[in-house]
């Protein structure tokens, strides 16, 4: 009958040792690993977070990616507010306000009511479009500023438009409803992408993200 060898009881603890070692080695990797994934899927300017990526509708539709972060400024020197332009993957900056998926997401750093974040719609788009388009937009403009909620630092609106659906507005991830027609969904993107812009360098940063102040 052959005897077992027995090995030396320090032998046992140095590979227990070492197999804890690795087990724990392999658990920061994988910790790493995530918080590198985490970071990659998000992107900040002034504090605030923005993902990457989005799924603005339903799951068969493709995901908006992130473009462009910027922030506005009131009279040079206070903060507004920082937004973030997404658009569907592949196109190109220069189509945002053509019939493609697109989201602006704002968040603000000031109290704002109701009744200003209308008047400042209506002022934006008038100064996007032509009169006539004006007038004939006025029955969607008007039910759209109607949506609108009384905010406080640290909300968030998010504006998407999709072909097709229209362009809703939700604040602080709740839909509040949703509007007809690309002609409208033009208009009030215009706000920001416009010819005419509420802020030109927030425009910049937004459709060009290697743009800086």
């Known amino acids: 009958m052959m005897r077992r060898t027995r090995r030396p009881a320090g032998v046992h603890r140095a590979r227990s040792g070492e197999r804890t070692g690795l087990t724990l080695l392999a ?66 900056p220069s189509e945002a306000l053509a019939d493609v998926a697109r989201r602006i997401e704002i968040e603000y750093f000031w109290s704002l009511t109701a009744a200003r974040l209308a008047k400042v719609t209506t002022e934006g788009i008038e100064r996007n479009v032509p009169a006539s388009e004006m ?56 706000i920001w992408l416009g010819a005419q812009p509420f802020d030109a360098n927030l425009k910049d940063e937004l459709l060009n993200p290697q743009t800086a102040r």
């Open 27 to 92: 658990i920061v990797a994988l910790l790493a690993m995530a918080s590198g994934t985490s970071r990659a899927a998000t992107r900040q300017l002034e504090g605030v977070t923005f993902a990457q990526t989005i799924q603005s509708g339903p799951a068969d539709d493709a995901p908006l990616v992130l473009n462009g972060l910027g922030l506005m400024r009131y009279r040079v020197i206070f903060r507004g507010y920082v937004a973030a332009l997404y658009l569907a993957q592949g196109t190109r």
């Open 135 to 190: 007038r004939a937009l006025e029955p969607q403009i008007h039910r759209f500023n109607g949506l609108y909620r009384d905010i406080t630092p640290g909300d968030r609106y998010a504006l998407t438009y999709t072909p097709g659906r229209g362009t809703e507005l939700a604040l602080n991830g709740r839909a509040l409803g949703t509007i007809e027609g690309a002609d409208f969904g033009r208009a009030v993107f215009a």
